[in-house]
Each structure stands twice: as C-alpha cells, then as structure tokens.
C-alpha cells in the first residue's frame, strides 16, 4: 500500500512539474475558452444551431464507426443490434443535420425533462437519508428542477438559445479553472505535493 502511494505522488510530482512548465499554454487554452464561452452566452441561438449540428455529425461518425466495428467482428453473433445501434446513430445524425432547428427543440425539451426528474429524484433523497451535507444536495436538487421548469415552461422558446447559453457556461467555467491553474502553478504554489 505504501508502494503504491509513493508511486502516486510520484506521477502527482511528475505531472506538476510538466505543468508547470506549459503554465502558458493553460493559461491560452483557458483565456480563449473564456472568450469563446462569453461569444456562447452573447449568440446562443447560433451556438444551439453549431451545438446540434456537432452532434449530429459525432453520430454519423460515431455510427460509422460502430458498423465497422460490427462486421469486424461479425462472428460474435450480435451483428444484427450492433448494424441496428450503429443505423439508429447515422439516422439520427442526418435528421439533426438537416434540421437543427427542430433538432435544438428535441434536445432542450429532453434536457428539461431530465433535470426535472433529476432535480425530483435529488430533492427526495437529501430529505429521505439525510447523509452528510444533505442541505447542499437538496439546494442543488431544488436549483435543478427550477431549471427544468423555466427551460420547459418557455418552450418552444427557450429551444433556441438553451443550449447555446449552457454551452457557453460551461467553456466559461472550465476556462476559469484553467486560468486560475496556469496562475497557481505560475506562483509556485504546488512546490511539494503533500503525502496523503
């Protein structure tokens, strides 16, 4: 057990220092995920639109490839679901292709309802089992499902721009991590990786 925490922190030493050395890079990618987040929020019915059309194009390809795979490997008796999965992919690929608009409006509605259940399911298990730090999962529960019920309750609407705006939070988040990483390692703040 030893052993393998020594090799932990080892490869946990190992990879901050090549970090630290690319902090410029970090700190690029996270600055231009800020800006492209910030463009997201600014145009999110275009970046809806590019957000399907991304997708539809992953399932083409992804759906490709799964046939592929399937008559690779035709002799293992499940080339019927495998031909069938892959067909469903490439449909649904080209259907979102050649209409993202009503596309945007399928997946929104889709992503309403699951943070509606999501939210549902959340809020009833922090109140049921009460575990360790149950307010902040009932907060997040709560939170949730009232964005399941403002995205669901302005549809059509909200189909436009949902997904776009989601998008762009997301880039902005994950940008500022990388900004406030590219910092941190600047600063020399992570000089000795504590043994655990």
């Known amino acids: 057990m030893k052993r393998f925490g020594a090799e932990r922190i080892y490869c946990m ?14 700190f690029t990618i ?7 987040g ?26 490709v490839l799964e046939a592929v795979h399937a008559f690779q490997h035709r002799e293992s008796g499940h080339l019927f679901l ?18 993202p608009a009503v596309g945007a409006l399928v997946i ?24 360790p730090s149950w307010q902040w999962s009932l907060v997040h529960g ?4 009232a964005l399941g019920i403002i995205v669901w309750g302005g549809w059509p609407a909200t189909g436009f721009w949902v997904l776009g705006l989601l998008v762009g939070i997301h880039f902005i988040v994950s940008g500022w991590v990388r ?18």
Do not use: Q
């Not at 031909?83 to 080209?94: H, I, M």
């Open 13 to 26: 030493e190992a990879f901050m220092y090549e970090a630290r050395d690319n902090w410029g890079w970090i």
């Open 30 to 36: 996270g600055c231009l995920l800020i800006v492209l």
């Open 38 to 63: 910030i463009m997201a929020v600014m145009y999110s019915m275009l970046y809806t639109i590019v957000s399907v059309l991304v997708l539809g194009w992953l399932l083409i390809l992804g759906g």
């Open 82 to 99: 495998f031909v069938l999965e892959a067909l469903l992919a490439v449909v649904t690929g080209v259907l979102l292709i050649r209409s």
């Open 108 to 131: 929104t509605l889709l992503l309403a309802t699951y943070f509606i259940i999501s939210g549902i399911f959340r809020i009833v298990a922090a109140t049921a089992l009460l575990y």
């Open 142 to 145: 709560v939170v949730t499902l």
């Open 179 to 196: 900004v406030m990483l590219a910092l941190a390692l600047r600063s020399g703040k992570f000089e000795a990786i504590p043994a655990h």
